[in-house]
């Protein structure tokens, strides 16, 4: 789409079905990225992606109220859909579905999709229910949208595993896609949530990503797991984080838990800085 087009916002099922239906009238594959809004370079990453595997991009964007705990920070996530939707228009997406709580979730609505295994421990255990939150979205987004592929940032892994596997058990007809995870250069992951961050705090941050490569390389050096992450952790404190959730080696799709790096890993971090829960992960293979 050119940038001068103008960007056709849905907000219902119907409006999200009509084009692409019309799409696939005309041959046409279609991709779906679901997003929470405050749209960056990574989620971009997602878009051309998707523009890679099919012919039109659709982004929707929702702030999911279930996928939040009762003590986090839905209200004040960041919520700015006319520059969401300008930076898709540039980017080449072929309309943004931006529907409201009702239309997700209207009157009677009871249904929860709870995915066992990859959900529980990591997050699933710092943030009971959100697991279920995110399943049950992305399930319904997917249902509404029947894209071809749905795109995921690695950033978000444990999110991405959980998708994978309900996706597979529901033979839910989609291709997931992972893509890996985009850095400020000097380290820190791209996230919407980095808007919280004060200077000082922003300065601390990159840490995470240093100590998950400094993590890494012990590993892959052949210590044990547990020692090398107890150190990573007293890294991650001593440079300012307030606390750590976990900083875990897990096997890179079960997200069982591994003693030692003898196959295909998964480092995977969340820490506090001030009021802000920043996650980060690593991929790593055995020497
Ligand atoms: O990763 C996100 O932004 C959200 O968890 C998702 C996948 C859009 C579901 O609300």
Redesign the pocket.
């Known amino acids: 789409m050119s940038p001068e087009t103008v960007l056709p916002i849905l907000r219902s099922v119907t409006e999200l079905r009509r084009i692409v239906a019309d799409w696939r009238r005309d041959g046409l594959k279609v991709a779906l990225v ?4 405050a749209l960056h370079a990574g ?1 971009m990453a997602l878009v051309a992606r998707g523009l890679e595997l099919a012919d039109r991009v659709i982004a ?1 964007v ?3 109220p279930i ?1 939040f705990g009762p003590n986090e920070d839905f209200s004040s996530y960041p919520r700015r859909e006319a520059q969401d939707a300008a930076l898709l228009t540039s980017n080449g997406a072929g309309a943004l579905y931006a529907p409201s709580a009702d239309v997700m979730y209207p009157e009677g609505f009871s249904t929860t999709i709870s995915v066992g295994g990859v959900s529980e421990g990591l997050c699933g255990v710092t943030r009971p229910g959100h697991f279920s ?2 399943a049950t ?2 399930t319904k ?1 997917l249902l509404q949208a029947l894209p071809d592929v749905a795109l ?2 690695e ?2 892994y444990q ?1 991405l595993q959980v ?1 994978r596997r309900m996706a597979s058990d529901l033979d839910i007809p989609v291709r997931i896609e992972g893509v890996p995870i985009v850095r400020e250069t000097d380290g820190l992951a791209l996230s ?1 949530r980095n808007a919280y961050l004060s200077a000082t705090e922003r300065a601390t941050a990159p840490l995470l990503y240093k100590t998950l490569q400094d993590v890494g390389a012990r590993l892959i050096a052949g210590e044990d797991a547990v020692s090398a992450t107890a150190w990573g952790k007293s890294e991650v404190l001593a440079g300012g984080f307030g606390s750590v959730d976990y900083l875990d080696l897990r096997d890179a799709s079960s997200l069982k838990p591994l003693d030692s790096l003898d196959r295909p890993g998964r480092l995977l971090v969340a820490a506090r800085l001030g009021r802000t829960r920043l996650i980060d992960n690593l991929g790593l293979l055995p020497r």
């Open positions: 679901p997003t929470m809004g989620h929707s929702f702030v999911n996928q939150g995110v979205v992305v987004l995921f940032g950033k978000d999110q998708i919407s």
